[in-house]
């Protein structure tokens, strides 16, 4: 059960011991849908989902994609998924019919749950879009000349549809599967088998899907939820996506890891729903990313909601400013509140600041570094480590480190190296207590509100226009998200091109989130001698160009 400080179990067994020693106990709780599981009740319908599984011949190692926002199906698959070593790849909502498409052929799923739709994207349109052969097809007998490995197509919700099978029709199969065979499936298991393929964005420019392990996200829940000082007694408000590691493993399994009940406020994030939920639910901890704190603070009628069973929390996936730390402790009352950093190849958390940290080390610092996690900065160009408060990036080494990205051999040694030393690609310093900063990135990702943009990935696409004869995409400041997507575009000689026609062009192809928030149109972008763009050059115009603030 422990190995060297660290718990070699599967999520399975972990949730049958949590179910048996807190089985009253809430688990998860969805107050807009008067949905309320416990401990027990919850293992229940996870065994009787995975037995439905079982039913519809998913083999270990198969990979089921899932395609939802945050809905009661998406936990209750997360560990049924689990139960019968299955592997759940982790869709993010706001993909288009391009993006689906990558993400769906290049992990190999062989299953897909889907909502039919999410705000003004029809899941169920767009899935047709790129699989016309599911009209004509039997639930679980799909021949798609696009996507030929994906045969079962799974609908969240009360509808029918041609070609798939309904979610709770799926649930009810398990009936026809014994105790026995689930035991079976469940005794082949490992802690060390892959679990989750997450998709992030990384140096190729398309997303990339990271291969962790019982064992990497289990832990790393494990030393979260100690930092938090989380027990059965907690109740951590989740709004955040449960396709990122921040909802699926920061906020899943450390309710998991500790029995702490999960509160869901809603299928997506709505700062009212949130502090609603907490008040309602009487919530000690409050997860989000700092442009969540943002909605919340300044919802017109913050005063009015009762926050004071807060204590804790978690404020990740984007750096944090100083002053918005401070309001959160001061304001929402959660004095305890902690800082993590890390990114999703590091199962996510690296570092963490704990709940009794003083309150100058939770705001200016990202804590130090999690149990069984070894960190070193170094020179980017020698590779030699540096010295306190010299800034350097960020290299990671332990237990939490993934496998690899799925079918990228290349991409993965670009980033963990020959001794198993994973690149952040961040520049941070340390000080002599072991507290780190994150000062800056060498890589030059976007991240607007939590989500990594991929600048390629837009540059790419917008080369696809008939009238764009290059584009380069940098990061600029925004004071509502952090960071927003510029787009520097040539057009071809002769051609006229206005921001509306590259907007439409993007619209229903790419995220809303990637789709450029400024076009700037050039006749030439700065260079170095060699003919090198230079982008901080083409990011300090625009910063100028455009007025924004650089700090």
């Known amino acids: 059960m422990e190995k060297n400080g660290l718990i070699d179990l599967t999520i399975g067994e972990f949730l049958d011991k949590t179910a048996e020693k807190f089985p009253e106990k809430d688990a998860l709780v969805f107050p807009n849908k008067n949905l309320r599981y416990t401990w027990k009740e919850l293992k229940a319908i996870c065994d009787k989902t995975a037995k439905g599984f079982l039913k519809l011949k998913i083999k270990k190692g198969d990979h089921v994609a899932v395609w939802a926002t945050n809905y009661p199906e998406w936990v209750i698959s997360q560990f049924a998924l689990a139960k019968i070593g299955a592997v759940l790849v982790t869709v993010n909502p706001a993909l288009k019919t391009s993006e689906i498409e990558y993400v769906l052929r290049q992990s190999d799923s062989k299953t897909l749950i889907l909502v039919e739709s999410f705000k003004s994207s029809d899941y169920v349109s767009m899935l047709q879009e790129v699989c016309p052969e599911i009209k004509d097809s039997q639930p679980g007998k799909l021949r798609s000349k696009k996507l030929p490995k994906l045969k079962n197509i799974i609908l969240i919700g009360d509808k029918r549809l041609p070609g798939m099978f309904n979610f709770q029709e799926v649930v009810e199969m398990g009936k026809n599967v014994s105790d026995r065979e689930l035991a079976k499936r469940e005794k082949s298991l490992e802690s060390h088998d892959i679990i989750n393929v997450q998709y992030t964005s990384g140096t190729t420019g398309f997303p990339k899907g990271a291969m962790l392990s019982h064992f990497n996200i289990l832990n790393n829940a494990?030393?979260?939820?100690?930092?938090?000082?989380?027990?059965?007694?907690?109740?951590?408000?989740?709004?955040?996506?449960?396709?990122?590691?921040?909802?699926?493993?920061?906020?899943?399994?450390?309710?998991?890891?500790?029995?702490?009940?999960?509160?869901?406020?809603?299928?997506?994030?709505?700062?009212?729903?949130?502090?609603?939920?907490?008040?309602?639910?009487?919530?000690?901890?409050?997860?989000?990313?700092p442009t969540m704190f943002i909605a919340e603070l300044n919802h017109f009628d913050f005063e009015r909601f009762n926050l004071s069973s807060l204590r804790t929390g978690m404020m990740a996936g984007a750096p944090c400013p100083i002053e918005l730390a401070r309001d959160v402790i001061d304001k929402m009352g959660a004095r305890e509140m902690t800082i993590l950093y890390g990114l999703t190849e590091a199962s996510p958390g690296l570092t963490q600041t704990k709940s009794d940290d003083s309150i100058e080390r939770r705001v200016s610092t990202v804590g130090k570094a999690l149990p069984y996690v070894k960190i070193k900065i170094v020179n980017p160009e020698t590779g030699k480590k540096v010295s306190y408060g010299v800034q350097g990036e960020l290299l990671a080494q332990g237990y939490n480190v993934m496998k690899g990205y799925y079918n990228m051999p290349h991409a993965t040694r670009e980033t963990i190296d020959r001794d198993g030393w994973l690149r952040s690609g961040d520049l941070a310093e340390v000080d002599g207590a072991g507290y780190y900063k994150i000062t800056g990135r060498l890589k030059d990702m976007i991240i607007r509100g939590g989500e990594n943009i991929y600048p390629k990935e837009i540059e790419e696409f917008l080369f696809r226009h008939p009238k764009i004869a290059d584009v380069q995409v940098v990061g600029v400041p925004s004071e509502k998200f952090g960071e927003?997507?510029?787009?520097?575009i040539k057009i071809k000689q002769g051609e006229k091109l206005t921001e509306d026609e590259v907007r439409k062009f993007c619209q229903g192809k790419i995220a809303h989130y990637k789709i450029p928030r400024h076009i700037v149109f050039m006749d030439k972008f700065p260079t170095t001698v060699t003919g090198k763009i230079q982008k901080f050059r083409l990011k300090e115009m625009l910063i100028k160009k455009l007025g924004l603030k650089s700090g």
């Not at 396709?243 to 450390?254: A, D, E, I, R, T």
């Not at 009940?261 to 949130?274: I, L, N």
């Open 222 to 289: 494990i030393f979260i939820a100690q930092n938090m000082k989380l027990t059965e007694r907690d109740r951590i408000c989740i709004p955040v996506p449960f396709y990122h590691c921040f909802g699926c493993v920061m906020g899943n399994l450390c309710s998991l890891a500790t029995g702490a009940a999960m509160v869901v406020p809603s299928e997506y994030f709505d700062a009212q729903k949130t502090l609603e939920a907490i008040e309602k639910e009487k919530c000690t901890a409050v997860y989000g990313v």
């Open 484 to 488: 927003e997507v510029a787009a520097c």
